[in-house]
């Protein structure tokens, strides 16, 4: 469960808009006429409610924003230290002030001038107090600008930190930066950290969250630490510093053996002593990172002396690589055990436990004699014991059998049948035979046929047919599974790299990708494969076909226009040429379109293309008596 919520802060707007909201609202809240016969009591009335009603939306405003932010003397040291680190304390509390400030200095000048307008004898008079008041309002607001500006900046920045309970279950990450620290808080929970082989990628707080003996756990990811003194140290670093001060937890202390990171071994055990003191109190773990890259033992023998003396410290040394998951479960097992050990430890120190403890009773029955009395089991279940125990091996189930033939297996559901005679499991057996149910027909000299047929079979046995058939075969195919075992596995190391690449990114579905060619026969030659005078093959075809498609459409060749119009499409014929089949046809059609306007304009009427203009003022809306207040169109 969260300890703060600064999610919830209300926004915080700049003084410019603060003004507007609150003027507006007070226009839009309150009364807007004044009329000739109001008495002078009702005038100051009206102006008084307006600075009062100003006031009032002032003061909420303000008071909302000095409760939602925290106090750093009120909220936990963790959180405290942290808001100093990032915002500046001083810089924090000097713009709250101004607030609570602007606040008070409001309600004064609302007091003192609703004070005034009590006198105000004329309605001029009261209304300039009021604006007057207003204006002072306003200018007080005004003067707030940076300070709501800077508050403003601090609760995106608040709404954007991790949560993180400082009394929960964590582990926190340490050391170096780039030694892997992020990586192992990827595997381990399901967080989601940016990892760059470059120094600094983290630059604030990470937290993930994990399960482990169905207890929720917190792993804090803090930024690389570099070896100086304290005032030396800048924003991003003093994070992991107030994480260790601060959060009960068990500190994994990250080293990296390789010296990938950029730092020597010598380095990181020189941090390792310099923030020693953070560590007090708290369970302890060195993980030494990227053992796949170099080992403890692969060191020399100054190196190896440093985790020697490390180990005999008390503190557990645990080799782990992040690339192949070796001993990250360990590291992860090791440290929350001796997390719980720590908290059972100091809760039974402390003073609350007594009053637990007085509660609770626990018997424990006394000898009453030094006579041996082991446990009974009864006869009867000895026997259905031993009853249940089998001799025989484990029957291997399908599964198994896949797993010890790999490519040689085939399902066979067959062999299961229970038959009489059990040899004729493999057997196939044809239902239709030419068109006819073979259950229908018996041949009478089956039995004739069949003697006849073996007779032959072990003839060509005999001849060696079977035999050197079966030769060729199973060295093609021995040479087809090598190929085959050989693409899978360079399937596999693909696979891995594409893993190590870590792409954030969208991806292409394989379809949209383009493989080209050559490449492809090359990797294929590689592998064993003969890849000379494929032209004809399957993938050459598609790529061709796919090119044909992107390609574009050439136009096909036309007649010159005969139109001057430069616009007309020169692939196209014009419209009224367009369905003629010669020059004989085209003249009749114009003959025919002339006879059809032929009527239309010895009458001289309106065609369908005439422009229509449409009665502007039609008499059943204007004809009539107007009535009063007909004018006003509002």
Same mark, same amino acid.
């Given at each position: 469960?969260?300890?703060?919520?600064?999610?919830?802060?209300?926004?915080?707007?700049?003084?410019?808009?603060?003004?507007?909201?609150?003027?507006?609202?007070?226009?839009?809240?309150?009364?807007?006429?004044?009329?000739?016969?109001?008495?002078?009591?009702?005038?100051?009335? @009206?102006?008084?409610?307006?600075?009062?009603?100003?006031?009032?939306?002032?003061?909420?405003?303000?008071?909302?924003?000095?409760?939602?932010?925290?106090?750093?003397?009120?909220?936990?040291?963790?959180?405290?230290?942290?808001?100093?680190?990032? $915002?500046?304390?001083?810089?924090?509390?000097?713009?709250?002030?101004?607030?609570?400030?602007?606040?008070?200095?409001?309600?004064?000048?609302?007091?003192?001038?609703?004070?005034?307008?009590?006198?105000?004898?004329?309605?001029?008079?009261?209304?300039?107090? &009021?604006?007057?008041?207003?204006?002072?309002?306003?200018?007080?607001?005004?003067?707030?600008?940076?300070?709501?500006?800077?508050?403003?900046?601090?609760?995106?920045?608040?709404?954007?930190?991790?949560?993180?309970?400082?009394?929960?279950?964590?582990?926190?990450?340490?050391?170096?930066?780039?030694?892997? *620290?992020?990586?192992?808080?990827?595997? =381990?929970?399901?967080?989601? =950290?940016?990892?760059?082989?470059?120094?600094?990628?983290?630059?604030?707080? @990470?937290?993930?969250?994990?399960? $482990? *003996? $169905?207890?929720?756990?917190?792993?804090?990811?803090?930024?690389?630490?570099?070896?100086?003194?304290?005032?030396?140290?800048?924003?991003?670093?003093?994070?992991?510093?107030?994480?260790?001060?601060?959060?009960?937890?068990?500190?994994?202390? =990250?080293?990296?053996?390789?010296?990938?990171?950029?730092?020597?071994?010598?380095?990181?055990?020189?941090?390792?002593?310099?923030?020693? #003191?953070?560590?007090?109190?708290?369970?302890?773990?060195?993980?030494?990172?990227?053992?796949?890259?170099?080992? %403890?033992?692969?060191?020399?023998?100054?190196?190896?002396?440093?985790?020697?003396?490390?180990?005999?410290?008390?503190? #557990?040394?645990?080799?782990?690589?992040?690339?192949?998951?070796?001993?990250?479960?360990?590291?992860?097992?090791?440290?929350?055990?001796?997390?719980?050990?720590?908290?059972?430890?100091?809760?039974?120190?402390? &003073? *609350?436990?007594?009053?637990?403890?007085?509660?609770?009773?626990?018997?424990?029955?006394?000898?009453?004699?030094?006579?041996?009395? #082991?446990?009974?089991?009864?006869?009867?279940?000895?026997?259905?014991?031993?009853?249940?125990?089998?001799?025989?091996?484990?029957?291997?189930?399908?599964?198994?059998?896949?797993?010890?033939?790999?490519?040689?297996?085939?399902?066979?559901?067959?062999?299961?049948?229970?038959?009489?005679?059990?040899?004729?499991?493999?057997? &196939?057996?044809?239902?239709?035979?030419?068109?006819?149910?073979?259950?229908?027909?018996?041949?009478?000299?089956?039995?004739?046929?069949?003697?006849?047929?073996?007779?032959?079979?072990?003839?060509?046995?005999?001849?060696?047919?079977?035999?050197?058939?079966?030769?060729?075969?199973?060295?093609?195919?021995?040479?087809?599974?090598?190929?085959?075992?050989?693409?899978?596995?360079?399937?596999?190391?693909?696979?891995?790299?594409?893993?190590?690449?870590?792409?954030?990114?969208?991806?292409?579905?394989?379809?949209?990708?383009?493989?080209?060619?050559?490449?492809?026969? &090359?990797?294929?030659?590689?592998?064993?494969?003969?890849?000379?005078?494929?032209?004809?093959?399957?993938?050459?075809?598609?790529?061709?076909?796919?090119?044909?498609?992107?390609?574009?459409?050439?136009?096909?060749?036309?007649?010159? !226009?005969?139109?001057?119009?430069?616009?007309?499409?020169?692939?196209?014929? !014009?419209?009224?040429?367009?369905? %003629?089949?010669?020059?004989?046809?085209?003249?009749?059609? *114009?003959?025919?379109?002339?006879?059809?306007?032929?009527?239309?304009?010895?009458?001289?009427?309106?065609?369908?293309?005439?422009?229509?203009?449409?009665?502007?003022?039609?008499?059943?809306?204007?004809?009539?008596?107007?009535?009063?207040?007909?004018?006003?169109?509002?």
């Amino acid at each position: 469960m969260a300890l703060y919520n600064f999610k919830k802060i209300m926004v915080v707007p700049t003084a410019k808009d603060f003004i507007d909201l609150t003027l507006s609202k007070t226009q839009r809240k309150t009364p807007t006429v004044v009329h000739k016969h109001y008495q002078i009591h009702r005038i100051r009335h @009206f102006y008084m409610r307006k600075v009062k009603f100003t006031q009032q939306n002032y003061h909420d405003r303000l008071t909302q924003i000095l409760t939602d932010f925290p106090k750093l003397d009120d909220i936990h040291p963790f959180y405290a230290d942290l808001m100093n680190v990032l $915002y500046d304390k001083d810089h924090y509390k000097l713009a709250l002030g101004q607030i609570n400030i602007a606040k008070n200095l409001i309600d004064n000048v609302a007091k003192d001038y609703v004070r005034l307008m009590k006198y105000g004898d004329s309605l001029y008079r009261c209304k300039q107090l &009021k604006r007057a008041a207003l204006g002072r309002m306003c200018t007080i607001l005004k003067r707030q600008k940076q300070s709501l500006e800077y508050l403003e900046q601090v609760r995106q920045h608040l709404s954007r930190l991790p949560t993180i309970d400082p009394n929960t279950r964590t582990l926190l990450l340490c050391g170096y930066p780039n030694v892997g *620290k992020s990586s192992f808080i990827n595997k =381990v929970t399901r967080a989601d =950290v940016e990892v760059q082989p470059y120094a600094f990628t983290t630059k604030s707080l @990470f937290v993930g969250h994990m399960d $482990y *003996k $169905y207890l929720r756990w917190q792993v804090v990811d803090t930024p690389g630490i570099l070896d100086h003194p304290l005032e030396e140290r800048n924003t991003i670093e003093m994070q992991a510093i107030t994480a260790l001060a601060h959060l009960r937890a068990a500190v994994l202390y =990250v080293m990296d053996p390789s010296e990938q990171c950029g730092h020597t071994l010598s380095q990181q055990l020189e941090l390792f002593n310099n923030i020693r #003191p953070l560590f007090a109190n708290k369970p302890l773990i060195v993980v030494a990172n990227k053992c796949d890259v170099k080992k %403890i033992s692969e060191l020399s023998e100054e190196s190896q002396k440093i985790f020697a003396d490390i180990v005999a410290e008390g503190i #557990p040394v645990i080799e782990t690589s992040t690339l192949t998951e070796e001993g990250v479960m360990q590291v992860k097992t090791e440290a929350c055990d001796r997390l719980l050990a720590h908290r059972v430890d100091t809760k039974m120190k402390g &003073k *609350k436990v007594h009053d637990v403890l007085n509660r609770l009773h626990l018997a424990m029955p006394t000898k009453r004699d030094s006579k041996e009395r #082991p446990p009974f089991i009864p006869e009867g279940a000895v026997i259905h014991r031993k009853a249940m125990e089998i001799d025989a091996p484990k029957r291997k189930l399908e599964r198994d059998l896949e797993m010890e033939l790999g490519d040689d297996y085939t399902l066979d559901l067959q062999k299961y049948w229970d038959l009489m005679n059990a040899e004729e499991k493999s057997d &196939k057996i044809p239902e239709i035979w030419e068109g006819h149910n073979i259950a229908d027909f018996i041949d009478p000299e089956i039995m004739k046929r069949l003697s006849q047929l073996e007779k032959e079979e072990e003839l060509r046995e005999k001849a060696g047919e079977y035999d050197s058939d079966e030769e060729s075969e199973d060295e093609e195919m021995q040479e087809i599974r090598k190929l085959a075992s050989q693409i899978r596995e360079k399937r596999k190391l693909k696979i891995l790299e594409s893993k190590e690449k870590d792409v954030h990114g969208s991806r292409l579905p394989r379809t949209a990708k383009k493989v080209d060619r050559s490449r492809l026969e &090359k990797e294929m030659e590689d592998l064993g494969l003969d890849m000379t005078d494929k032209d004809d093959s399957h993938y050459v075809q598609q790529a061709q076909r796919s090119r044909s498609l992107v390609r574009k459409r050439k136009r096909e060749a036309s007649a010159p !226009p005969t139109s001057r119009t430069r616009s007309q499409s020169a692939s196209r014929p !014009p419209r009224d040429q367009s369905g %003629i089949r010669d020059a004989k046809m085209m003249k009749k059609a *114009k003959v025919m379109m002339k006879n059809s306007q032929k009527g239309m304009n010895r009458q001289g009427k309106k065609g369908e293309s005439d422009r229509h203009v449409f009665d502007l003022k039609p008499k059943h809306l204007f004809a009539g008596k107007r009535k009063s207040g007909s004018t006003s169109r509002r």
